[in-house]
């Protein structure tokens, strides 16, 4: 158990901004925060983070929270899980306690895993320093590569003992199961048989965004040619392939500061870059691009510099990945090394300078650079430049963008030494194929249905409900200030007449609501804004020093969830900047005690006006009563009449 004080001591500290930002790039925009979705594919930014609320919300998936839900959202951390990373990041010191084999067993599924391929990790870096072997063989290969003990240390680098059953005896001496051990992937079972699947292996842990341990990636060192170079762990609950990038733990904050990923194939590329200094680059680990794994540098940047090695087949790879990435809408620049050289190797061989010098210099817009590349192929043969042209333009048609899409247009066209209208041509022909196709597609959907036509009916607006969630607002954004309310009290005037005379009361606006809604013995009809409200209205009369933050981080995930969409929710119009338009809405501190009062005299007269309905329902059924029921509706009018005036408009 983690005691009270440490998760008080971490909400304190834990700012809502920082923790956000080391896995979405935000932007300021106003006195809040936005960026593009990390739980949606999106091109315009819907996520919103307010620093004075400590909260956030994704306006395109419904999910909000504070930091610690963040994390339990995006990263699937249990709530203590959470904690521990809030205290790690904010250096926070942290009881931690040995788990006891009752409390491993009870641990779900998902977690068990985490928990093997931590101490997986930990097991191969003690193998490396801790043993001869590891030592003479793991540590000599690193230190061959010219990794640094720091730069081994900072990436977890480690190595599997060439035993069959090493790694598999030690965890389970440890404690952790069988069961498990086989549905990470480090385990090979086969009936009575166990076999530990990196064995005689370097170990390059590839872990998410937040650092957690998703699985393997093993070089063997022996000249077995039977054997793979390099072995990756199997797909699994944790570890998919097409999803994950290796080394974006240690270069998500360089790339979003550096506003540019580069993008290498393997592993050690990313080690040989950091430790030279450059450190926003990722690889994919040796398999072909995937839309997950750029929506994954998308979250950080909207620039790629893809890296090719100087062998014609790198070469080749890598330009198959571009039309993928302008398709996500990106920016792409290419960057090739000379002849014979990898990343790793021309990363080792130059200094910082150099190589930031030589990225710089040598990085191409990915236009120019296939047409460079691809014109030596040509040369003079017609036929082969129409198919470059075509390949050209098809890369092109990817491009979201309109705009950016007739510039790219008119660079091919200078390059090549071609018409524009042809290009056009060719790219509207190209679009009018993939229209064609996909009116097919959905034709042939169509006929697999009876298409019934039908009238859709206009959704009623739902006025209380809209009413009792600006009440639970202000309570949560006003609660405790003080203010100055102004109510007109009927009072007898010196000729005997009633008249309507201001009256100006100061007191606090949780206050103000309770008392009011009190008086006219009115509830809230939505069960969820009930609880809130009761729970809010307490939280106020015991703690003078209410906060939001500090008042949501303890609640329950539902009715914190809740809170965060109702507090968010005016976010979503500040999306649209509506100062950069010369257009300055009035803030809602600016008039709090009016828009407290015209809440809930709105309220008053909504619930007033259902009053009389049903009154109205009651003469067609209870003709006896008729008299006193006409006597009643004429009170609730004239009621209405008199908060007319309160609110100075026509009801």
């Keep these: 158990m983690i005691s009270k004080a440490t998760i008080d001591q971490v909400f304190e500290a834990a700012r809502v901004e920082e923790v956000i930002g080391d896995f979405v790039q935000l932007k300021k925009s106003g006195t809040n925060y936005k960026g593009l979705s990390p739980f949606s594919e999106e091109r315009s930014p819907s996520f919103m983070v307010s620093p004075v609320k400590q909260i956030w919300k994704d306006f395109s998936s419904g999910k909000g929270g504070t930091a610690i839900s963040f994390l339990m959202e995006h990263e699937h951390f249990t709530y203590p899980e959470a904690i521990k990373y809030l205290a790690k990041k904010y250096n926070i ?177 990313v080690i040989q870059f950091h430790q030279t200094g450059i450190k926003n680059v990722v690889a994919s680990s040796g398999t072909a691009l995937t839309p997950e794994q750029i929506r994954l540098i998308n979250r950080l940047t909207k620039n790629i510099t893809v890296l090719f090695d100087g062998d014609a087949a790198g070469i080749r790879a890598s330009l198959r990945g571009i039309d993928l990435i302008l398709e996500q809408g990106l920016n792409v620049k290419v960057c090739a090394f000379p002849d014979g050289e990898d990343p790793d190797s021309f990363a080792k061989q130059n200094t910082f300078d150099e190589l930031n010098k030589y990225l710089k210099e040598n990085a191409k817009d990915f236009i120019a650079y296939k047409a460079s590349l691809l014109m030596e192929e040509a040369q003079n043969d017609p036929v082969k430049k129409a198919g470059l042209i075509r390949d050209m333009v098809n890369s092109i048609s990817k491009i979201p963008d309109r705009i950016q899409k007739e510039i790219y247009v008119q660079e091919c ?101 309770y008392l009011d809604l009190q008086e006219d013995e009115m509830e809230f009809s939505n069960a969820s804004f009930k609880t809130l409200y009761y729970t809010i209205v307490d939280a106020l009369n015991q703690n003078p020093e209410f906060t939001i933050d500090s008042f949501v981080n303890r609640l329950e995930s539902d009715m914190a969830s809740d809170i965060t969409s109702i507090l968010m929710d005016d976010e979503r119009y500040n999306l649209h900047n509506w100062e950069s338009k010369n257009i300055f809405p009035k803030g809602k501190e600016q008039s709090v005690a009016q828009l407290v009062s015209e809440t809930i005299l709105s309220l008053r007269c909504f619930l007033i006006d259902q009053k009389v309905s049903d009154f109205k329902s009651e003469t067609q059924d209870v003709s006896g009563e008729y008299k006193a029921i006409l006597e009643d509706v004429l009170n609730y009018s004239n009621l209405k009449m008199l908060l007319s005036r309160k609110l100075n408009r026509v009801l």
């Design 413 to 513: 066209a200078r390059i090549m030494d071609i018409s524009e209208e042809v290009l056009f041509s060719t790219l509207a022909q190209i679009g009018k194929k993939e229209l064609q196709d996909a009116n097919k597609h959905i034709k042939q959907e169509q006929k697999a249905f009876d298409v019934v036509k039908h009238k859709t009916p206009v959704k009623k607006v739902d006025v209380q409900f809209i009413l009792e969630r600006k009440i639970i607002e202000l309570l949560l954004l006003y609660g405790n200030k003080t203010e100055d309310f102004e109510d007109l009290v009927l009072k007898e005037a010196e000729d005997g007449n009633l008249v309507l005379e201001p009256v100006v009361q100061k007191t606090k606006v949780y206050e103000k609501i």
């Design 93 to 269: 010191e942290i009881e931690e306690t040995e788990q006891s084999n009752e409390a491993k067993e009870q641990a779900n599924e998902r977690e068990s895993m985490y928990l093997v391929s931590e101490f997986a990790s930990r097991h191969f870096q003690k193998v490396l320093y801790k043993t001869d072997k590891g030592q003479a063989i793991g540590l000599s290969y690193f230190k061959e590569r010219g990794f640094t003990d720091e730069t081994i240390k900072s990436f977890n680098l480690g190595y599997a003992l060439d035993e069959w059953q090493a790694f598999t005896d030690e965890a389970l001496k440890k404690g952790y199961k069988l069961e498990f051990l086989e549905k990470t992937g480090l385990t090979i079972v086969k009936g009575e048989k166990r076999f530990d699947r990196f064995k005689g292996r370097v170990m390059f842990p590839i872990q998410s965004m937040s650092g957690r341990v998703l699985g393997f990636g093993g070089r063997i060192l022996s000249q077995d040619k039977k054997a793979a170079k390099y072995l990756n762990s199997p797909e699994s609950d944790l570890y998919h392939k097409s999803k994950i990038l290796y080394g974006i733990y240690h270069a998500k904050q360089s790339i979003a500061k550096e506003d540019n990923c580069y993008l290498v194939e393997g592993y050690t590329d």
